[in-house]
């Protein structure tokens, strides 16, 4: 009786092949996972931050301490008002200070760092929050100046904080680091605005729910 069997080459004809489609689409299962881990991550970032803010607000009156976004003042004053007024409302593994500010690390392990940027005119609100989808890249750029080039619309995500301390979005980052407010836009404007300056796309992203739509620039 004959028994049927591979050759080897025919064996390694058939690894060629698996290795070639494994190749083709490892790295779009790969890039389809990222984007649900950066979407579902943000979404909490986001809901988590805003409720923290409205908490803080209700349990102490108001969240004061608005001199805290103006440049002069110190990694320690924020670093005390941040665990006056965030802390008891936000679950972190991490907080510390930095060069200029101060990083969070969250218990999925995202981040964020918190900033002024250096050079902004004396009484001036200048505060960013980068926000890490990973919190290593905190660690790489926690001590950098200017947290608006360290955005890259895939791990990490800029967002202005205006008055109040609460993650506004609806700017226009120019160049030179300035912003803008907008206050008539469409859906259009936002993604030629994400093309161009990869600052604004977390504006879009909040458009769109945190999703990253098939026509999202910078992925």
């Known amino acids: 009786m004959k028994r049927g069997a591979f050759t080897l080459a025919e064996v390694l004809i058939t690894l060629g ?16 996972y990222d984007k649900k881990v950066a979407t579902t991550r943000l979404k909490k970032f986001y809901t988590s931050y805003l409720q923290a803010i409205s908490l803080s607000d209700f349990e102490n009156s108001s969240v004061e301490g608005a001199d805290i976004l103006l440049s002069g003042s110190s990694p320690e004053q924020m670093l005390s008002w941040y665990n006056r007024y965030l802390q008891p409302y936000l679950k972190t593994v991490k907080v510390a200070k930095t060069a200029l500010g101060i990083e969070v690390k969250f218990l999925d392990g995202s981040g964020m760092l918190i900033s002024k940027d250096e050079g902004c005119a004396a009484g001036t609100a200048c505060t960013h929050i980068l926000y890490c989808v990973d919190f290593k890249y905190c660690e790489e750029y926690k001590d950098k100046n200017r947290l608006y080039n360290h955005a890259d619309g895939k791990n990490t995500f800029l967002f202005y904080s205006g008055i109040n301390f609460v993650p506004a979005v609806l700017y226009e980052y120019e160049d030179n680091g300035s912003v803008t407010s907008i206050s008539n836009f469409n859906r259009e404007d936002v993604v030629k605005a994400c093309k161009n300056h990869v600052r604004n796309c977390t ?14 620039p910078r992925w």
């Open 203 to 216: 504006r879009l992203l909040l458009i769109d729910n945190w999703e990253f739509k098939d026509d999202y």
């Open 17 to 32: 092949i698996i290795g070639v489609v494994a190749a083709m689409t490892l790295p779009g299962l790969i890039s389809k």
